[in-house]
Each structure stands twice: as C-alpha cells, then as structure tokens.
C-alpha cells in the first residue's frame, strides 16, 4: 500500500508526499533496497540530490555485488555534473549486468555530453549493432557520430530495422527525413498520460538537436532549455 502511494503521489508530482511514503516503506522493511531506489528517484526529481545520494549510497552497501545501487547512484551524479563519478558508476554498473542496453546507452551520452565524443561512438556502435531495433541506440550513435565529425551514412538503414510505429519511432523518423519537427512534437500529445512527461522530454532533446543541426539555432536552444 505504501508503494503503490508513494508511486501515485510521484505521478502526480507531489514528490514530498512519495517521499514520506517511501520513508515510511523503508522505515518498516530497513532491508528493503527497492524502498531506497524509489526515495532516491523521488528526492533527485524534489531536487534533494544530496539525500537522493544518501539513498543512493545506502543501497550500494546493501548489495555492493549488483549493478541496482551503481545504476541509482549514477542518476546522481549525472544530476550534480559530477560525470567523472557517473561514468565510474556506469562501468561499475555494466560490470554485474554487461549486457544492459540501457545503462549502455547512458554511458554513451554521458560521454557525449561531456565531449567525450569519440569514447561515445565507441560505446554506441556495438550496441547499435547488438540492439538492432532499439531506437535511442540508433538515435544517440547518430548523435554521437556527428558531433565526432563523422558522417552517419548507415542511419537510414539502421532506422529500417526499427519498430516506428512505437515511442520514439517519429523522432527517428525526423531524423532520417521522414517527417517534419512539428509532427514529431504533437506525437507527444497522443502518448498515455502515464508516458507523457517522458515522451515530451525526448521530442524535446531530440527535435531540439536536430533542430541545432539543421541551422534552426533559436528553436533548438528554447526546446532544449
């Protein structure tokens, strides 16, 4: 009961709410790691990053052999700019759950958001390969690779291994010059209210970027504000 209204209130951002839910969950179950992982998503989104650290930490020396407590701590640290720490944590991470196509994905922009380009390209081209169908892999290879100076020639045929009709489908096809920003947008619109807030800050980045790319420098720097 206590999960499941923490959870509610975290939907509806009252994250003060979830945050004493979830104190409460691991007040009576202390051993409870997934009650720590929770309050420390609930804390970073509240902007508490210090005590989302706190929990962050508490659940790497419960279970200092898994990659839950580096993947958590991770977030963390991407938030506090400490990238160093976020990209240790990754590799920490990936060394309990190698094949973990999201934390892989997260180590690639992480080294891309730091200009770290190449190292990102070497991160992403495997996996791009190895998760075919995946569209943030397809999607941030090719961010990766432009911004490394590369030309990303293979992307169509890439993308034609992707599942469009599903999130975040119309962004790759932006990218690849099947539709226009504005529709990419407003595709935001028909995504379950659960998904929305999720999808809105992808078309964001990723129209943003393109639009940065594509000399529209005042649409992209305000999406991506």
Known sequence: MLFRSGSLDEIQKQYAAAIA??????????????????????????????????????????????????????????????????????????????DDIGLTIRKGAVRWSTGRFGGAVDTLEPLAKAAAGNAYAVLWLDLARIAHGEADADLPQRAAKVDRTK???????????E?????????????????RDRDACDADFYVGEWQLRHSARDDGERLLR
């Open 179 to 195: 539709t226009k920003p504005a529709q990419a947008l407003a595709a935001v619109a028909a995504a379950p209210q659960g998904e």
């Open 167 to 177: 999130w975040p489908g119309v962004l790759l096809s932006l990218y690849i010059g």
């Open 21 to 98: 839910q979830y104190g409460a969950l691991v007040a009576a179950q202390p051993m409870y790691v997934t009650g720590y992982l929770l309050r420390s998503r609930a804390r970073i989104l509240s902007g508490d990053t210090a005590a989302a650290l706190d929990d962050a930490n508490r659940i790497v020396a419960m279970a200092p052999h898994a990659a839950l407590g580096y993947a958590t701590r991770e977030l963390v640290y991407e938030v506090q700019g400490d990238f160093d720490h976020a990209l240790s944590d990754i590799d920490q991470a990936l060394a309990y759950r190698h």
